[in-house]
């Protein structure tokens, strides 16, 4: 780019003079350089989907077996997903790290838990700003921040 510029600026050096001289760069060369610079159109992901939970009931408790898989698909921590889950069905229920299930201490339909995993994507996952899956949250003191990898937008949310 500014090899053109100092070529440019050479060659116009004997007629600085001339007043309609204002371009810089030709057009074409103007709209080369921008198409160089776009993304493909094969680039942009397609659309962001929540896994849906495998559930199973066992006498009067709910155990999600995939519990993990979602937590790692959502790029949040198990234990964080947990704490909305249980204050959401205001019950208590327990984390196997060996085997990345998820014990509730209450009987539940799996559609209210893909309810509730859908609510907690939309408002602790998917950037309100851009639309893209690719967030963190983090704690600014007592308020929890949702941070955009994508745009950078930064979003306050709602404690749970």
């Not at 060369?29 to 921008?34: I, T």
């Not at 155990?63 to 698909?73: K, L």
């Amino acid at each position: 780019m500014s090899c053109v510029r100092v070529r440019f600026l050479e060659a116009t050096q004997t007629t600085a003079r001339v007043k309609n001289v204002k371009l810089l760069y030709d057009y074409d060369y103007l709209l080369k350089r921008l198409y160089e610079r776009l993304p493909t159109k094969g680039a942009k992901a397609t659309r962001f989907e929540v896994p849906r939970l495998a559930v199973v009931r066992v006498g009067g408790k709910t155990i999600i077996r995939n519990f993990r898989e979602i937590c790692d698909a959502l790029r949040r921590e198990p234990r964080l997903v947990m704490r909305y889950l249980l204050r959401e069905l205001a019950t208590s229920g327990t984390y196997d790290d060996e085997s990345g299930a998820l014990t509730l201490n209450i009987r539940v339909q799996s559609q209210t838990l893909n309810a509730l995993m859908d609510r907690f994507v939309k408002t602790y996952v998917i950037c309100p700003t851009c639309g893209a899956p690719d967030t963190r949250l983090e704690k600014r003191g007592r308020t929890w921040v949702l941070i955009c990898e994508a745009c950078g937008a930064e979003q306050p949310v709602p404690t749970f």
